[in-house]
């Protein structure tokens, strides 16, 4: 019998989506354009000029995927909401339709006795909203409370668990400053701008999900352990930058109640002369939560790299002075990303010695790898190097709870092959292998995995 880490009774073991990713029928049953409708279908922006039209499918399928949830014995499911299928123009009128789609997806989980987890905002921003400022601009923030509370009126009563938003280092800088995702920006001030909206819309977001009565209500945030190529002061002096950008402009207000000490350094005139901030916004962002999502994946490592663009009306938010460099003599991904499962632990251990008491139950959100895994002649997928990943990320999460850190749950990246962004559709995370001609879904060992390690928690 494999010798699975052992986790407390309780804990809860669950698999992670999200729409754009999955859904499709993008032009369906009202739904409006998001901001990655409109970048996946501008040239040059995605590998292969891959979209989400179709994706998986699953706005059709959610029933065959939902009974895939149940094969595997999760306890929970981690989906996303649309924003686009529920407010179709970002604000003003309301999609039944989109409300509908949700309900039934609720409903047909409930009915299989898994336990839904709804995340408000996975990236696809109403294009409308866009057009007007984006997360630059309090306005969308704004929208997103409205839009949060009428989600939470119609299945708040059924959905226990809420996270307002996705991953905001992603929205904020790889949409507005890397341009990397959409909207595809690479800006300086605007960047920012939009970190510090997200928050607020966090914050507004909780706010209206307290109203609502909601069981809890949490955010998911990828942070991220950011090593030294060196032990050169340069390069230590790096990783504040890099820290400063990935963690703590999130961590320091939402957990702390304050901004990074480290800002000015990091990002010098950019932060020191913005206008976006108002009073009374910290304790706005920094209210409590019920738990904090975090998703991890990779350690990063990095380097000082001095040059930072002279004209401060061309520097980006993320020309910091530091870079990512590789590190050797370890597997890598198929993202390229390396696989350090001690630093996952590192990670978290770090996080309960800085914030202590301050610092929520834990839920992992998300945790998985990208894997070059294609199908043997039987059709079966021997995905050996993604079950080595889970089997030591878990080992290594289960030290982290040894070493007192508050853990409740652990959420696979991801239940299908997907979407996987400015990569298009050539990245496979699933743990269900997606045949995208005809989109039959096949388990891979990891799927099978990963059921026998759940139902190893319950003997």
């Not at 989506?17 to 369906?28: D, K, L, P, V």
């Not at 354009?33 to 590998?47: E, F, K, L, N, Q």
């Not at 928050?199 to 706010?207: D, E, I, R, S, Y």
Request: with cysteine; aromatic share 10%; net charge negative.
């Amino acid at each position: 019998m494999t010798d699975f880490p052992r986790f407390p009774p309780g804990f809860v073991f669950g698999a992670a989506t999200a729409s754009y990713q999955i859904e499709g029928a993008a032009r369906e049953d009202g739904r409006g354009p998001s901001i990655w409708d409109t970048y996946s279908h501008t040239p040059g922006r995605v590998a292969n000029g891959d979209t989400g039209d179709t994706a998986c499918d699953h706005y059709h399928r959610y029933r065959e995927d939902v009974a895939l949830l149940r094969e595997l014995g999760v306890d929970s499911y981690r989906f996303s909401i649309a924003w686009p299928r529920i407010v179709p123009a970002g604000s003003g009128a309301v999609n039944p339709k989109g409300l509908d789609f949700y309900a039934r997806l609720v409903d047909e989980l409930l009915a299989a006795g898994i336990e839904p987890a709804a995340t408000l905002y996975h990236w696809d921003l109403p294009q409308a909203l866009e057009d007007r400022g984006g997360w630059r601009v309090r306005e969308t923030a704004e929208r997103f409370a409205e839009y949060t509370a009428v989600v939470a009126e119609h299945l708040g009563d059924r959905v226990p668990r809420w996270i307002t938003l996705n991953e905001p280092w992603c929205s904020a800088f790889l949409g507005y400053s890397v341009g990397r995702h959409a909207p595809g920006a690479r800006e300086g001030r605007g960047a920012l701008a939009a970190a510090h909206h997200l928050l607020v819309g966090h914050g507004l977001a909780v706010q209206a999900l307290r109203a609502a009565g909601v069981r809890e209500a949490g955010i998911t945030l990828n942070l991220d352990r950011n090593l030294p190529a060196t032990g050169s002061a340069a390069d230590r002096a790096a990783v504040v930058r890099a820290d400063t950008q990935h963690n703590l402009v999130w961590t320091e207000p939402l957990l702390a109640g304050r901004y990074p000490d480290t800002e000015e350094e990091t990002w010098g005139e950019l932060i020191s002369g913005q206008d976006f901030r108002r009073d009374g916004d910290l304790a706005l962002i920094g209210q409590p939560l019920d738990f904090l999502g975090i998703n991890y994946y990779r350690p990063i490592v990095v380097a000082d790299a001095p040059h930072r663009e002279a004209d401060p009306a061309r520097r980006t938010a993320t020309d910091n002075r530091y870079a990512e460099v590789r590190l050797e003599g370890v597997r890598h991904t198929a993202m390229e990303w390396p696989v350090v499962p001690d630093t996952f632990t590192d990670l978290l251990v770090a996080l309960k010695k800085r914030y202590g008491d301050a610092l929520p139950p834990i839920h992992i959100t998300e945790n998985g790898s990208a894997e070059h895994d294609e199908p043997s002649a039987d059709g079966t997928v021997h995905d050996r190097d993604r079950v080595a990943y889970l089997r030591d990320h878990l080992t290594a999460l289960k030290t982290a709870l040894d070493a007192g850190v508050d853990v409740r749950g652990y959420y696979v990246w991801s239940l299908l092959d997907n979407f996987e962004w400015a990569f298009g559709y050539g990245k496979r995370f699933g743990i269900v292998r997606v045949d995208y001609d005809t989109l039959r879904r096949t388990p891979k060992d990891s799927y099978h995995w990963y059921r026998a390690l759940i139902a190893a928690q319950r003997q």
